[in-house]
């Protein structure tokens, strides 16, 4: 039996750079003191820059080394949509999911040094929008995570688009963090929200950051399986580095549990 522990690790460090580096561009995006302000002033262009910018650094983790290991999940509900594709076993989708919350925690504690500039937006921390109800920020995480994961699976699902799919990241990020963050902030990551509400201490409304993403993965996966998109039906759990698999787990079209692995 082969270690499954680099995964986990790759998935942790991972999940990490996309809280530390994705984060600090809110922050010195939106954070008290911002010099980038004074060439953006309008919260909208800057929201679309943010978000592209995040979009970035997921995409940048996805063909990187990590990526290669793992497959870049950095994100619970992608491989909580992958289980439910069968592509993955519950166990092993459960230790991604407590590397990358773990992750995100680890992630978050770098941001500690931007200081009152970071502080004064909760590092980056997700919450219901001023003019928003828990219930509307609900929503939007629902939606936006449904989108991420509904293209997700179309693109992986395409054996030649498939290796475009880390370029779905910066352009999606951009349009949903621009249209839809005043609302709950756009996170449609529980792992992401999770880093920022530790080291700020606010937690006010966590919970629509684990059921709103949960919610719109599993609607997207439901989706997914309707007949006429049988044909974009996912055969590989990972984002890039499609043919790298030496523990032969990822090339398979029906996941294969490591206990009946050589």
Not at 108 to 126: E, I
Request: contains cysteine; charged residues 10%; hydrophobic residues 50%.
């Amino acid at each position: 039996m082969k270690s499954f522990w680099p995964l986990y690790l790759s998935e942790l460090t991972g999940t990490a750079l996309l809280v530390a580096v994705g984060l600090s561009v809110v922050i010195a995006d939106f954070g008290s003191g911002s010099f980038i302000v004074h060439y953006l002033p309008d919260a909208g262009p800057r929201r679309l820059l943010t978000g592209f910018l995040f979009g970035c650094t997921g995409a940048l983790i996805a063909i990187s080394p990590l990526g290669k290991i793992s497959g870049a999940h950095i994100n619970p509900v992608v491989s909580l949509s992958f289980w439910l594709e069968g592509k993955m076993g519950g166990a092993h989708a459960a230790g991604y999911a407590v590397a990358q919350l773990l992750g995100g925690i680890v992630g978050a504690v770098p941001l500690l040094a931007w200081g009152a500039m970071g502080a004064s937006v909760q590092f980056g921390a997700t919450v219901p929008g001023e003019a928003f109800s828990p219930l509307d920020a609900l929503g939007g995480e629902a939606v936006t995570t449904f989108i991420l994961v509904f293209l997700l699976f179309l693109l992986l699902g395409h054996a030649h688009l498939r290796r475009f799919t880390p370029l779905l990241f910066p352009f999606l990020y951009a349009i949903m963090v621009f249209l839809e963050a005043p609302v709950s902030g756009t996170s449609t990551n529980p792992a992401r929200s999770l880093g920022p509400a530790v080291v700020s201490g606010d937690w006010y409304g966590w919970w629509i950051y684990c059921v709103g993403p949960v919610s719109g993965a599993c609607l997207a996966v439901a989706v997914r399986r309707h007949p006429w998109l049988k044909p974009f039906e996912v055969e590989v759990s990972k984002l890039y580095h499609f043919n790298y698999d030496p523990l032969g787990l990822f090339k398979h079209r029906k996941y294969t549990h490591p206990s009946s692995m050589p």
